[in-house]
């Protein structure tokens, strides 16, 4: 499959409401979130819902791995993981080797997997597909996301969701209202000798009169918003390269997910009022040589993600975010002849978090009761969404969801 720059996909994808997708017509810059963090904090005990789409369609059988299972191992001779490759999670199930932090929470009761996610009548283009599973409208296209319409629901404010890319995903993109999007660049100031005497003007002096503490508090305010949100600094151009991958990209996605995640982090703690966030990590596509590129591919998720859930934990405003982590479809059961899998249906859905009830939910699709070659799906990704919406962002599923209002029982302490 020819490379698809994120652009192109978001194009192709058929989300085009409200102009949302025009590049820089809904793009705020770290000035206009940390004002709004003044004016308007986001309460510390409202939960906020960060969204992590994984382009190309990750393969779940090698993630959440059913290694012991004689029908996996047949399947994919060459791809397999044996059982004492995986990270043991019980019920003959094994995460992939590259995602220890992950078992980390697994074993904290704080990671929750919900099996066999998909939709009816599988699409396995990658523009259909993600289309679907942003927009929540299975059976037919609609020119809105699903946080989008939530944004339509509750209000016109485009920062109660932000998106840390250059342009907008379809997800946010609603039919009267559209999200912000935050370009993946850090604040940097002056460094060097310019950098300390720069410091130093932010440093109290006895005697001053007003004005001048308070233009010495600005410098100090200054400082600690770099030291928060600095730390993408210098990446955005890393990201761009993220087009140019070759190698597992055909759909889309940035790379650099530690640094969208470091951004999201500092804005949660700031008090920024965004109820939703959305990041991405590309590169899933793994039709040939898949083994060693997934597990790159989920080294770097893990290691992105570990981090950032350790770093909400210590405040309270982070106790309260909730990570959902999704990839548009899983991969066929059968290796392909080029060492890696075909597009295929279900797959997991990862939920992280203070708030998540740790554990599996749905049933683990069968090896052996197969629809053409691929897996049955289990559960409707609908469920998962109306669950955050109802316990995550407070809001009536039907209404967005288009009446879809079954929720997954059980898994979010609420």
Do not use: C
Request: charged letters at 20%.
């Amino acid at each position: 499959m020819a490379n698809l720059t994120r652009r192109r996909f978001l194009t192709l994808s058929g989300v085009t409401a409200a102009g949302a997708l025009a590049a820089g017509a809904t793009q705020v810059n770290w000035s206009d979130l940390m004002a709004a963090a003044v004016d308007d904090p986001l309460p510390s005990d409202q939960s906020v819902l960060v969204v992590i789409t994984l382009y190309g369609g990750n393969d779940g059988l090698n993630t959440v791995v059913p290694a012991a299972d004689p029908a996996y191992q047949k399947a994919r001779p060459e791809l397999a993981y044996e059982p004492d490759q995986v990270l043991d999670l019980g019920d003959g199930l094994g995460l992939n080797p590259g995602m220890k932090g992950l078992k980390g929470f697994w074993d904290d009761k704080r990671l929750a997997i919900v099996r066999g996610v998909g939709y009816p009548e599988p699409d396995r283009s990658h523009f259909r597909s993600m289309a679907i599973w942003q927009t929540a409208s299975p059976k037919s296209p609609v020119p809105s996301g699903w946080l989008g319409r939530w944004l339509d629901a509750t209000g016109a404010d485009p920062l109660r969701a932000v998106s840390v890319e250059p342009t907008l995903p379809p997800l946010l993109a609603g039919e009267t209202t559209a999200a912000a999007s935050l370009p993946l660049r850090g604040l940097a100031l002056p460094s060097g000798a310019v950098g300390t005497a720069y410091a130093a003007l932010g440093k109290p002096s006895p005697g001053e009169g007003p004005w001048q503490a308070r233009a010495a508090k600005s410098v100090q305010d200054l400082q600690d918003a770099a030291r928060v949100l600095g730390k993408a600094s210098g990446r955005e151009r890393e990201d761009e390269d993220d087009e140019e991958r070759t190698k597992g990209a055909s759909a889309g996605g940035a790379s650099q997910l530690g640094a969208q995640l470091d951004l999201i982090a500092g804005l949660i703690e700031a008090g920024v009022p965004t109820r939703a966030y959305s990041a991405s990590l590309g590169g899933f596509d793994t039709h040939a040589d898949e083994r060693g590129t997934q597990q790159r591919l989920l080294t770097e998720l893990d290691g992105a993600l570990t981090p950032f859930v350790q770093r909400l934990q210590k405040s309270d405003r982070g106790k309260n975010a909730v990570v959902l982590v999704y990839s548009e479809f899983g991969r066929r059961v059968q290796a392909n002849g080029s060492d890696g899998t075909d597009h295929g249906t279900a797959g997991p859905v990862f939920l992280l978090g203070e708030k998540v009830a740790g554990g599996f939910y749905g049933a683990q699709p069968s090896l052996t009761d197969l629809s053409n070659g691929d897996l049955r799906s289990t559960t409707d990704f609908r469920d998962v969404y109306a669950t955050v919406l109802q316990h995550v962002l407070g809001a009536d599923p039907g209404k967005v969801l288009a009446g879809h209002t079954t929720t997954i029982d059980g898994l979010l302490r609420v």
